[in-house]
């Protein structure tokens, strides 16, 4: 296996009595890479972290993670090179933030002395030493990611980290999530929030009901989806050009009109326009995250 990849699953299957959580996936990460993984409940995304993890065993294929067999005995060694943020984290009310992270460090062997430094990084230091039952969601979740820190983890696996944050806590978590990547970490985040990771994520997955079903980067995935781009243009009220424009565009209303085109025929289509006189405003619509995953799962439907 090259060395580039710091995850490498291969055909794996999970199958929970005849039920397969994950069937037949192929994955690879590379070092330095944020890959999202997208799908509906029950799509097979913390089956497949918690595969990666160790935590289960595939019932087929094989899991490998910085080189190891997820399986074998040496994986537990560099079990310390992982960093976990769960879906749903459950912290002692009792213990101050300092103190739960305290108690992470020791359980990954970790030094004390980074803890401070930590804490500020993910914007709790001035409540370390507040009890974690007085905290909000935000703080909490900010918390976790703390502990999923510890250590300068290789591989980051973030189970929906941003459910429930607010937008500074979420541009925070991105932020944290760009440094990891410049220092060649790699994160991979299951999420239901498909719009937030654009320009976030190098690449996505998507997943529908234990199987991957598309894979790549957000321009990939759009020329995939061959979804068509809309241009929509505004001609002066009572101009007389709607009558020169060329059959292909629709009206939209009284003073707008679309028309739907491939990427590729995008500059054309716009060059056409240059003997049309009046057009008071160009938009062009490329589809959305939403857009493809929605057409990647209708796809899958018929
Ligand atoms: N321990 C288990 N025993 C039996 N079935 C399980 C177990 N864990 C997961 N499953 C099933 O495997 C499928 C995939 O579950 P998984 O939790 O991986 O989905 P998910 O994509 O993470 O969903 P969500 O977005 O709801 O967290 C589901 O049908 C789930 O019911």
């Given at each position: ?32 890479e944020c890959v999202a993984l997208a799908g509906h409940n029950g799509a097979g995304k913390s089956t ?46 009792s213990l101050t933030g300092a103190e739960t992270l305290a108690f992470y460090a020791k359980l990954k ?96 997955i998507v997943m529908k009901n234990g199987s991957k079903i598309a894979d790549g980067s957000m321009s ?83």
């Amino acid at each position: 296996m090259s060395s580039k990849y710091h995850v490498v699953l291969s055909g794996v299957s999970k199958a929970y009595a005849k039920q397969f959580a994950v069937n037949n996936v192929d994955i690879q990460l590379k070092a330095g890479e944020c890959v999202a993984l997208a799908g509906h409940n029950g799509a097979g995304k913390s089956t497949i972290i918690k595969l990666i993890l160790g935590l289960i065993h595939p019932t087929q294929g094989k899991v490998q993670l910085l080189g190891h067999d997820v399986s074998s005995r040496s994986a537990a060694q560099i079990r310390g090179q992982i960093g976990y943020l769960p879906e749903t984290v459950a912290l002692h009310p009792s213990l101050t933030g300092a103190e739960t992270l305290a108690f992470y460090a020791k359980l990954k062997k970790q030094p004390l002395a980074n803890n401070p430094g930590l804490l500020s990084r993910v914007g709790i230091a001035q409540a370390a030493k507040r009890r974690v039952g007085t905290y909000s969601k935000g703080m909490r979740q900010r918390l976790a990611l703390a502990q999923a820190l510890l250590g300068n983890p290789q591989v980051l696996l973030f189970d929906e980290p941003t459910t429930g944050l607010d937008p500074a806590s979420r541009q925070m978590f991105y932020e944290i999530v760009s440094e990891l990547r410049n220092q060649g970490s790699t994160v991979l985040l299951s999420t239901h929030a498909l719009a937030e990771l654009d320009g976030q994520a190098d690449r996505i997955i998507v997943m529908k009901n234990g199987s991957k079903i598309a894979d790549g980067s957000m321009s990939e995935l759009r020329q995939q989806s061959g979804l068509p781009i809309r241009i929509r243009i505004a001609l002066t009220p009572g101009s007389e050009s709607a009558g020169k424009l060329p059959p292909v565009w629709r009206k939209h209303n009284e003073s707008a009109y679309d028309l739907h085109c491939s990427e590729q025929d995008k500059v054309q289509a716009i060059c056409s326009l240059g003997h049309i006189n009046g057009i008071n405003n160009i938009e062009i619509h490329t589809p959305s995250l939403d857009d493809m995953y929605a057409h990647f799962l209708r796809r899958e439907d018929v």
